[in-house]
């Protein structure tokens, strides 16, 4: 089974801190994405990388950015936290994309608020 | 705008009885569905899917019906059982050569024993 990590479940951090979040998969998948969950809006994309160095805005980056050094890491990182970026952080992989609607593995998900 | 919507928030259903879950789409062109099953502090895990040139598919006690025409589907479980309690997002995803899933905003399902 394709595990994917994340480096926290829950973090606390003041509006204006830099934030990362880390997340780390073990099956070698080209593709890695970051959603975030709010009530009543479902999961939101926030940026996917389909290999090693490039990245893609999804629908909400800004206040984002990301990092993909290695194959297996992707980063999300908050450059100004704000409390309006209060949400469960969720990472996910694939290796086709959705190609033969190949479905995404996610990570258990980080609990992220900003006072 | 909403492309995938999932119109009813929660649904309370008896044990041993159908859990049915609606899920309405806006683009002809979604090629696949996906639903998945979120438990609390947890992240989703993939149920089922189907695709676009189907009709029905069925996994044990799921099974997913889509209705191009209607441009709707749903999930079926038979029978529910109380661990089957949790938030179901149904996706879809864009034509091959691209990323992009599209996801409901979920309803909570609750099952009683």
């Known amino acids: 089974d394709v595990k994917v990590t994340q480096s926290s479940r829950y973090l606390v951090k003041r509006t204006g801190e830099k934030v990362f979040l880390e997340c780390v998969q073990d099956?070698?998948?080209?593709?890695m994405f970051w959603y975030r969950q709010d009530p009543g809006l479902g999961l939101r994309l926030i940026y996917f990388?389909?290999?090693?160095?490039?990245?893609e805005k999804g629908d909400i980056p800004e206040g984002y950015s990301v990092s993909r050094e290695k194959k297996e890491r992707f980063s999300l990182i908050l450059e100004s936290a704000s409390t309006n970026q209060t949400s469960m952080y969720l990472c996910?992989?694939?290796?086709?994309?959705?190609?033969?609607?190949?479905?995404?593995?996610f990570g258990p998900g980080t609990r992220l608020t900003v006072l | 705008d909403q492309q995938v919507k999932q119109n009813s928030p929660s649904l309370s259903v008896q044990e041993g009885r159908i859990s049915i879950l609606n899920c309405d789409y806006t683009n002809s062109m979604f090629d696949y569905f996906l639903w998945y099953k979120k438990y609390p502090a947890e992240g989703p895990t993939f149920l089922i899917s189907?695709?676009?040139?189907?009709d029905k598919n069925e996994d044990g006690r799921f099974t997913v019906f889509l209705n191009k025409s209607a441009k709707h589907l749903s999930l079926h479980i038979v029978p529910s059982q109380p661990g089957d309690s949790a938030v179901y997002f149904c996706?879809?995803?864009?034509?091959?050569?691209?990323?992009?899933?599209?996801f409901g905003t979920g309803t909570r399902l609750k099952v009683l024993a």
């Open positions: 996706a879809a995803s864009e034509p091959s050569g691209t990323y992009k899933y599209i």
């Open positions: 099956m070698d998948h080209e593709n």
């Open positions: 990388s389909y290999d090693v160095k490039m990245k």
């Open positions: 996910a992989s694939n290796l086709h994309g959705t190609s033969g609607g190949g479905a995404l593995n």
């Open positions: 189907i695709s676009s040139i189907k």
